[in-house]
């Protein structure tokens, strides 16, 4: 048996637990000038579909997102993205693509198993 210790999960900031009725509201509420870009995204045991996002910079992105499988989240630090995903309901998320980078995406509700498999990248170039 080893002692090492588990690393913290990066992606598990401190945070107000809000009700997963509640509808997830940005703290400042942005101008959306750039052109629409609409992205459904799919979450399940234990994946995203799609696993990449590709946008340009200054587009105004709205993500649908809806678990098909299981209680999920979505997290994109960068873009202070955090909601849950409790199954078969469509969250709407909505920020201005301003910053160019490969961010991550993922899961961010311990879903189980396959819990830390569940990520994919949003390149904003
Ligand atoms: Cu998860």
Redesign the pocket.
């Known amino acids: 048996m080893s002692c090492t210790v588990q690393p913290k999960e990066a992606h598990s900031p401190a945070q107000v637990l809000s009700n997963p009725n509640t509808p997830v509201t940005l703290v400042e509420t942005p101008t959306f000038t750039g052109p629409l870009v609409e992205i459904t995204l799919t979450a399940k045991d234990?994946a995203f579909e799609p696993t990449e996002i590709h946008v340009h910079q200054g587009d105004h992105v709205v993500i649908h997102a809806k678990s098909i499988e299981g209680y999920?989240?979505l997290g994109i630090q960068e873009y202070d993205v955090n909601v849950d995903l409790p199954e078969g309901e469509e969250q709407t998320i909505e920020f201005n693509a301003d910053k160019t980078g490969t961010f991550a995406f993922y899961?961010?509700?311990?879903?189980?198993s396959?819990?830390r498999a569940?990520k994919g990248k949003l390149v904003v170039e």
């Open positions: 234990f999920h989240g899961c961010s509700v311990p879903c189980g396959g819990h569940m």
